[in-house]
């Protein structure tokens, strides 16, 4: 398996425009997390799903962020309209059910707005 | 608030000493603790993972010790090797397979 693969690996783009990230989790693996990585705050949860059902979003920061998961293969990461402080680095991670907590990472996207 | 916490932001060690990575967190109901490490331009990779019923797992150079009365993990790098230098996260799991980490340890091993 080629691990959980992230699109893009980079983005850059201006105030107020929408971006999307994307992730494709590692399959058979129940468990998708969104994180975001800044200097500030670390490494932060967003939002996970389990089977393709978001359990908790309380990690997202506001409205302008949402998460689908269509199918359990791919899921988005939405910014709507995009603020300079989104800039941070987004990471997608899977885990399978069962396994405690081990998450495989994708190799993030860094997001910058300017 | 932060429930898990690396308060030492980097470490540096000389190669085939030991490393001692700290963390501290509050929540009793933590019952999984990690350590991932992460090199620049790529995502964390899982390194190794403690119960909360035990108070050390070993593996290979690696060694978590787990300190439930004081809510304290470290981890044991040794010996040190050059390839060790990433930042080091310690992680917790709640509720869900929910993971919180710490805020990360940048470790130099020289040679």
């Known amino acids: 398996d080629a691990g959980v693969i992230q699109s893009p690996r980079h983005e850059v783009t201006e105030m107020g425009q929408e971006v999307t990230l994307r992730c494709k989790p590692i399959?058979?693996?129940?468990?998708l997390f969104w994180y975001r990585q800044t200097m500030m705050r670390g490494l932060e949860l967003l939002i996970y799903?389990?089977?393709?059902?978001?359990?908790?979003d309380s990690g997202m920061p506001e409205d302008r962020f949402s998460a689908k998961m269509p199918n359990a293969s791919f899921s988005t990461l939405k910014i709507q309209p995009s603020e300079p402080r989104d800039s941070a680095v987004y990471f997608c991670?899977?885990?399978?059910?069962?396994?405690?907590?081990?998450?495989?990472f994708g190799q993030g996207t860094r997001l910058t707005v300017v | 608030d932060q429930q898990v916490k690396q308060n030492s932001p980097s470490l540096s060690v000389q190669e085939g000493r030991i490393s001692i990575l700290n963390c501290d967190y509050t929540?009793?109901?933590?019952?999984?603790f990690l350590w991932y490490k992460k090199y620049p331009a790529e995502g964390p990779t899982f390194l190794i993972s403690?119960?909360?019923?035990?108070d050390k797992n070993e593996d290979g150079r690696f060694t978590v010790f787990l300190n439930k009365s004081a809510k304290h993990l470290s981890l044991h790098i040794v010996p040190s090797q050059p390839g060790d230098s990433a930042v080091y996260f310690c992680?917790?799991?709640?509720?869900?397979?929910?993971?919180?980490f710490g805020g990360g340890t940048r470790l130099m091993v020289k040679p």
């Open positions: 991670a899977s885990s399978p059910d069962g396994q405690p907590g081990a998450a495989f």
């Open positions: 399959s058979g693996h129940d468990y």
């Open positions: 799903f389990n089977n393709n059902v978001p359990i908790d």
């Open positions: 929540n009793s109901m933590f019952d999984y």
């Open positions: 403690i119960s909360s019923i035990k």
């Open positions: 992680a917790a799991r709640g509720a869900g397979n929910m993971l919180t």
